[in-house]
């Protein structure tokens, strides 16, 4: 079995050309997918242009196939190209990391064609009562604490955390491999963003970013659900952004500024440079001003 630890991954921060894309920024051709080999049968689906969703992971091999995670409803005839293509076949599980429409826009799809969906029970049960969200895709597969997968040799483990990204995100461990899939607890070189409708909070995204460090080592792979694949030097640098956004708007608060005026001052805009998509530096600032006077 490949060692992967000693593996050379810097390939993984090189850029290649990005796939085809409609006007509203749909993925057009298969190729808007581009797959990375991390090696012991995982691989990270990244993309780059557009806005297909969140990076997908999976891992392929003799046994089952396993997908986390498949972006937005709009891309679901190419990603189950992709996936199916990488895979050899159907999936046989898919891993929903959380709620959102850009990490489970295809889950009706896979279910359709027999994939076994998993969650943690807090992820169903908000997909339960979202109007936007296809019933049909919901998880069959639940579990409350962790749970851990046995496939192709490899070890997967399934960790929650509450109350950071949202109200329910789950990590997944490729032990053996040195892999972990964050879902949308990292968000690499860009602005993070914290769910306020649903149970979204800084101090607990800072708290998960800093257990998942230490379950790392200097050559653990960190799928970012956004941005590029990460390692642990990278998520720490996550968690430093945070803290030092918190530093900064605190005392302006403490002062009793109301939003408009710390808009007006534009604490952050010396992070202009993270803005991304729909995160401007002025969502950033909202955002981080409710979560520090609502908390
Ligand atoms: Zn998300």
Known sequence: ????????????????????????????????????????????????????????????????????????????????????????????????????????????????????????????????????????????????????????????????????????DTIVHFVEANIIHTGDLFFNKIYPFMDLDNGGNIDGFIAAQRQIIDMANDDTVIIAGHGPIGNKAEMQTAVDLLLAIKATMKPLIEQGMSMEDVLQENPLSVFEHLAWFHITTERMTKIIYHLLTEG
């Open 1 to 168: 079995m490949t060692d992967t630890s000693s593996t050379d991954r810097s390939f993984l921060h090189g850029h290649s050309e990005g796939g085809v894309w409609d006007k509203a920024g749909a993925p057009t051709g298969q190729d808007a997918w581009r797959p990375l080999d991390l090696g012991q049968g995982v691989y990270a689906l990244e993309v780059d242009g557009g806005n297909p969703g969140g990076t997908i992971g999976m891992l392929v091999g003799d046994e089952s196939s396993v997908l986390i995670d498949n972006g937005l409803e709009k891309s679901a005839a190419v990603t189950v190209a992709a996936t199916e293509k990488l895979a050899g076949g159907p999936i046989d599980y898919l891993i929903s990391t959380h709620l959102h429409a850009d990490h489970v826009g295809c889950n009706a799809t896979y279910a359709a064609a027999g994939t076994t969906i998993i969650s943690h029970v807090d992820t169903r049960r908000l997909l339960s009562v979202d109007d936007t969200f296809d019933k049909a895709g919901l998880p069959v597969l639940t579990f409350s604490d962790r749970a851990t997968i046995h496939l192709n040799g490899l070890t997967l483990e399934l960790i929650p955390f509450a109350n950071a990204h949202t109200l329910s």
